[in-house]
Nanobody, 121 residues
Framework: QVQLVESGGGLVQAGGSLRLSCAAS????????MGWFRQAPGKEREFIAA????????SYADSVKGRFTISRDNAKNTVYLQMNSLKPEDTAVYYC??????????????WGQGTQVTVSS
């Protein structure tokens, strides 16, 4: 059974930084792409970032490009989301997602429970 466990969320002031982690278990982590999504209150879940199986290819939503960085450590079965220059509009529950293929275009079929990020102005 695949499990994804996020950590690293919290309360931060605008302009600050946080690093989210997602620890994966239950399948060969290095075979699959990974992604991060977020959902703010009253809004739909939105794509934030994705990374392919070996970390060579990444993709970002325009809203976070240049501020957020996705990375992975296949030896640790962990994917990260470094978030810099945080804005109040980044406030949301952030979800880690496990891909269905090695590339980032394959969609996601596993989800973590989410971690809350709150950015105060």
């Amino acid at each position: 059974q695949v499990q994804l466990v996020e950590s690293g969320g919290g309360l931060v002031q605008a302009g600050g930084s946080l690093r989210l982690s997602c620890a994966a278990s239950g399948r060969i982590f290095g075979f699959y792409a990974m992604g991060w999504f977020r959902q703010a209150p009253g809004k739909e879940r939105e794509f934030i970032a994705a990374i392919n199986w070996n970390g060579a290819i990444t993709s970002y939503a325009d809203s976070v490009k240049g501020r957020f960085t996705i990375s992975r450590d296949n030896a640790k079965n962990t994917v990260y989301l470094q978030m810099n220059s945080l804005k109040p509009e980044d406030t949301a529950v952030y979800y880690c997602a496990g891909g269905m293929r090695r590339d980032i275009a394959g969609g996601y079929n596993y989800w973590g429970q989410g971690t809350q990020v709150t950015v105060s102005s």
